[in-house]
């Protein structure tokens, strides 16, 4: 993760969970689509990495009741101070890269059953040498999934944000290829998540920066495109759109 990345997640971690809480059942319905991808148990050592506030991941504690708390790693010590204290969730301030190199080691366990990392991958910078060093901390039945956005997205943004989020964005099949070459076997399902929200409050959140990639643009430069977005949906007062996500999965062949 950049220093730029970091400083965007630091601006909105007091008011990320509000970006999300129009539509609570679109992340009850995302965490439960993590649990079932992973089939995750109340036995696993699971590890969120990119957790951000836990958004997500409180719900896959509620649903899966783990025996030993979700490891919620983030590097962002302000999006970590908004994870619930709950028994089932403890934070570690750590990027990808520490954990997979060993710089942090793990607390309380040599290997990990299940990783998620759920919209994390683009900040990471040696996706190579961090997802191999990952399914390294793998038990003999460990499992990896990587969730993705496509480079192509049908977010209602305004077009330098398009372009923006294709340069930075992984392919998919990057990810699968480098699991695959870490020793795993690998899967890819495909998901969809629809969306619908009202314009003024989608504004709201394009002022909020709530995706990372606007966090790249100036005030000056996001007014523009503010504007230019405005323009655009000038005549459709309820936004309705589609997120289609890549579930790359991971998983350490028996025998």
Excluded: N
């Excluded at 504690?61 to 101070?81: G, K, N, S, Y």
């Excluded at 040498?129 to 499992?143: F, I, M, P």
């Excluded at 480079?151 to 392919?171: G, K, S």
């Excluded at 005030?219 to 289609?244: C, K, M, N, S, T």
Aim: aromatic residues 8%.
């Amino acid at each position: 993760m950049t220093d730029r990345t970091a400083e965007h997640y630091e601006s909105v971690a007091a008011d990320y969970d509000e970006h999300w809480s129009y539509d609570p059942d679109y992340v009850r319905r995302f965490a439960g689509a993590i649990t079932d991808a992973l089939r995750l148990t109340s036995s696993d050592a699971i590890a969120d990495v990119g957790c951000g506030t836990g958004l997500y991941t409180r719900h896959v504690a509620e649903a899966v009741r783990p025996t030993r708390p979700i490891l919620c790693v983030d590097p962002v010590p302000a999006m970590l101070d908004r994870l619930p204290k709950l028994p089932g969730l403890q934070p570690l301030v750590a990027r990808a890269e520490d954990l997979a190199s060993g710089q942090v080691p793990l607390p309380g366990a040599d290997t990990l059953d299940a990783i998620i990392m759920k919209e994390s991958i683009h900040h990471v910078g040696d996706r190579r040498k961090t997802l191999e060093g990952l399914v390294g901390l793998l038990s003999r039945h460990g499992r990896i999934l990587v969730v993705m956005l496509p480079r192509t997205i049908d977010h209602p943004l305004f077009r330098e944000a398009h372009e923006r989020f294709a340069q930075l964005q992984p392919e998919t099949s990057e990810i699968v290829e480098t699991l695959a070459a870490a020793g795993l076997r690998t899967s890819v399902s495909y998901r969809t998540f629809h969306t619908t929200i009202d314009r003024q409050r989608y504004v709201r959140l394009l002022e909020a920066r709530y995706l990372s990639v606007l966090g790249e643009f100036s005030e000056d430069e996001l007014r523009a495109g503010i504007a230019q977005f405005r323009h655009a949906y000038r005549d459709e007062p309820v936004l309705r759109f589609d997120e289609h996500f890549a579930f790359v999965k991971g998983w350490v062949a028996p025998g």
